[in-house]
Nanobody
């Protein structure tokens, strides 16, 4: 399984970005996919997850601003980020695991990771 993120960049506070994660080689119908982020000097944290049936979960820190979605025909995961704040600055990672439901977004529970894409928000 290979995950390839894209869409990061630099924006001003209040701006928007959409991250994409192309998934290659996953052949199971049940899965949990998620977006995580890691700022310098901080632990990696879960941002949002989505199950194969479309059920989503979003961290309180980004709820109402970030939306996770998927396009099964394109095998692609998305993270739409609106009203970005400087504290959203981090490396963003796409991750996945087998199974029909998502556990708590603990990084150690996800076995597949992308290389990350940097998001920088300036004030």
């Amino acid at each position: 399984v290979q995950l390839v993120e894209s869409g990061g960049g630099s924006v001003q506070s209040g701006g928007s970005l959409r991250l994409s994660c192309a998934v290659f080689g996953y052949t199971y119908s049940s899965y949990c996919m998620g977006w995580f982020r890691q700022a310098p000097g901080k632990d990696r944290e879960g941002v949002a997850t989505i199950e194969s049936d479309g059920t989503t979960s979003t961290a309180d820190s980004v709820k109402g601003r970030f939306t996770i979605s998927q396009d099964n025909a394109k095998n692609t995961l998305y993270l739409q980020m609106n009203s970005l704040k400087p504290e959203d600055t981090a490396m963003y990672y796409c991750a996945g695991r087998y199974g029909s439901s998502c556990p708590r977004p603990v990084p150690a529970l996800f076995g597949y990771w992308g290389q990350g894409t940097q998001v920088t928000v300036s004030s």
